[in-house]
């Protein structure tokens, strides 16, 4: 094997290892959105995990239920999509730029 194909081997199996270490922290890493004016409150992980959702009472309305499903869903779908931001420049760092699909 040439000494540059060495290298190149090298640092790809850095870059592996670095890459699976992020997996591991991505359940540590948590993103927290609250929608409604502070109605909805909901903490999810880098592993598409829901760690925690808080619904004020002021927030139900049973004449209304379809106005709170809506900001569960975004509070969830905002807090997802922000984690999933903070992942993604993490994986940028290891990776140099290159896109690989389905990591983050």
Not at 8 to 27: D, N, P, S, T
Not at 97 to 102: A, E, K, R, V
């Amino acid at each position: 094997m040439s000494k540059g194909l060495a290298q190149i081997m090298k640092q790809a199996q850095m870059m592996q290892q670095k890459m699976g270490k992020l997996q591991e922290q991505a359940a540590e890493k948590t993103a927290e959105v609250t929608t409604g004016g502070g109605a909805v409150t909901a903490v999810v992980n880098g592993k598409n995990q829901v760690l925690s959702l808080v619904i004020k009472k002021e927030a139900v309305d049973p004449e209304d239920v379809e106005m709170l499903q809506d900001l569960v869903i975004t509070a969830i779908n905002e807090a997802l999509k922000k984690v999933h931001q903070e992942m993604s420049e993490e994986m940028s760092k290891i990776t140099g730029g290159l896109s690989i699909p389905g990591l983050f």
